[in-house]
């Protein structure tokens, strides 16, 4: 089985992480087509790939996306652009992550490394930087990145937002592009959590550390040009997760609650045996191994996969707030994303759910390569602004 890594400070090596965060982003608008679309208003080298001897390719025209290789085994309708980033990853020989420790897999470069080189092949130019932003530390050992609107005074709508890498690898340089892309769009503040991880830090200490920023931010809006009245929570992956959780938790220590979730294939259960998870044993960044993998290195024992703060699909949902989930094609949590939203819509949640084909895990940031992604930022930015107008 071929994995693929995301790494800990791969994009702040590339690059200073402001201009990170703008790599990979675009305006949103594009005319992508989704599998699926739901809103629902509740009533009561094992990829396969035919590798060449350079599978960098050249593209034939500035601004091009297009792959080089036959499709793979694993994705025959894999979306072309998505495709081209894929043989990109292919590129860095990454090994398997069960091959590794998870301190060796946090050096690996990563699909927004990938990304970023397809810009490059295909001539695609970094879009200006429109967010201002700086480091800060929250609390003993959680920091976050703010990301600030450039012009305007505020108080803006507050986004508190949680990166993805199954609570072991990856920070928020990088998943930098997509709060970025928040900042911009919405035109909010963006803070972008630094949690620590797995298996230095065990369950549940993402999804302790996930909460105590969110309640840091709530009282510490103003400081930051937010409004703590308008703020809502987004992750991705593992964060999607722990932005779920924060929600559940700031309902159960009644808290206030976030005024609007943007979930992207969040990781929602623990069953490595589901269809999707079946379907996705070779695919690329993420597998089915990979995942097994990540739940080994978060969990205490066994006993914590089925907590509900892990396994979501068993949580209580009631009296959450209004949620989008954005799911992928290609990803072995896709059918954990669709159980989430329906169970949503049944404890009476308002949910717009939206399945993206030809795409993979970790699509979201890749904007500026992959149209669906530029759809799909398009989707969350118009529900997070109409919740937090």
Same mark, same amino acid.
């Given at each position: 089985?071929?994995?693929?890594?995301?790494?800990?400070?791969?994009?702040?090596?590339?690059?200073?992480?402001?201009?990170?965060?703008?790599?990979?982003?675009?305006?949103?608008?594009?005319?992508?087509?989704?599998?699926?679309?739901?809103?629902?208003?509740?009533? /009561?080298?094992?990829? /396969?790939?035919?590798?060449?001897?350079?599978?960098?390719?050249?593209?034939?025209?500035?601004?091009?996306?297009?792959?080089?290789?036959?499709?793979?085994?694993?994705?025959?309708?894999?979306?072309?652009?998505?495709?081209?980033?894929?043989?990109?990853?292919?590129?860095?020989?990454?090994?398997?992550?069960?091959?590794?420790?998870?301190?060796?897999?946090?050096?690996?470069?990563?699909?927004?490394?990938?990304?970023?080189?397809?810009?490059?092949?295909?001539?695609?130019?970094?879009?200006?930087?429109?967010?201002?932003?700086?480091?800060?530390?929250?609390?003993?050992?959680?920091?976050?990145?703010?990301?600030?609107?450039? %012009?305007?005074?505020?108080?803006?709508?507050?986004?508190?937002?949680?990166?993805?890498?199954?609570?072991?690898?990856?920070?928020?340089?990088?998943?930098?592009?997509?709060?970025?892309?928040?900042?911009?769009?919405?035109?909010?503040?963006?803070?972008?959590?630094?949690?620590?991880? %797995?298996?230095?830090?065990?369950?549940?200490?993402?999804?302790?550390?996930?909460?105590?920023?969110?309640?840091?931010?709530?009282?510490?809006?103003?400081?930051?040009?937010?409004?703590?009245?308008?703020?809502?929570?987004?992750?991705?992956?593992?964060?999607?997760?722990?932005a779920c959780n924060v929600s559940i938790m700031a309902r159960d220590k009644k808290v206030a609650l976030p005024k609007y979730q943007v979930l992207v294939y969040p990781i929602a259960g623990s069953d490595t045996n589901t269809p999707s998870y079946l379907a996705n044993?070779?695919?690329?960044?993420?597998?089915?191994?990979?995942?097994?993998?990540?739940?080994?290195?978060?969990?205490?024992?066994?006993?914590?996969?089925?907590?509900?703060?892990?396994?979501?699909?068993?949580?209580?949902?009631?009296?959450?707030?209004?949620?989008?989930?954005?799911?992928?094609?290609?990803?072995?949590?896709?059918?954990?994303?669709?159980?989430?939203?329906?169970?949503?819509?049944a404890a009476g949640v308002k949910t717009n759910y939206k399945k993206y084909d030809g795409t993979t895990h970790e699509f979201f940031g890749m904007a500026a390569v992959v149209p669906e992604a530029k759809d799909a930022q398009g989707v969350a930015v118009s529900d997070?602004?109409?919740?937090?107008?």
């Open positions: 089985m071929k994995q693929f890594t995301s790494r800990s400070l791969s994009l702040a090596v590339l690059v200073a992480p402001a201009l990170a965060g703008s790599l990979l982003l675009s305006s949103c608008g594009s005319n992508s087509t989704t599998t699926e679309t739901t809103t629902t208003t509740p009533a /009561g080298d094992s990829t /396969g790939m035919a590798a060449k001897p350079d599978s960098a390719g050249t593209a034939s025209t500035p601004g091009e996306v297009k792959p080089t290789m036959a499709k793979p085994a694993w994705g025959l309708n894999i979306k072309p652009e998505m495709q081209a980033v894929i043989e990109q990853l292919m590129s860095f020989k990454n090994k398997p992550f069960p091959e590794l420790t998870a301190a060796q897999a946090r050096k690996q470069p990563s699909a927004a490394d990938a990304a970023m080189k397809q810009m490059r092949v295909s001539g695609i130019p970094a879009p200006p930087l429109n967010c201002d932003t700086v480091t800060k530390a929250l609390m003993p050992g959680v920091k976050a990145r703010i990301y600030t609107p450039k %012009g305007g005074n505020g108080p803006f709508p507050v986004i508190v937002y949680y990166h993805g890498g199954g609570w072991v690898i990856a920070t928020n340089d990088t998943y930098a592009a997509s709060a970025q892309a928040l900042c911009e769009q919405v035109g909010a503040v963006v803070v972008s959590v630094e949690y620590r991880k %797995g298996p230095e830090h065990k369950f549940p200490t993402a999804h302790d550390d996930s909460f105590a920023a969110y309640q840091y931010v709530l009282k510490n809006a103003a400081s930051m040009k937010g409004d703590p009245n308008k703020v809502a929570v987004v992750g991705e992956s593992a964060g999607g997760n722990l044993t070779e695919t690329a960044p993420l597998n089915k191994g990979g995942m097994e993998w990540f739940f080994k290195n978060y969990q205490r024992t066994p006993a914590d996969l089925k907590d509900p703060r892990i396994n979501l699909v068993a949580a209580d949902l009631k009296g959450l707030e209004p949620t989008t989930i954005i799911a992928a094609d290609y990803d072995p949590l896709t059918s954990e994303g669709k159980t989430l939203a329906d169970k949503l819509t997070l602004k109409g919740a937090l107008k």
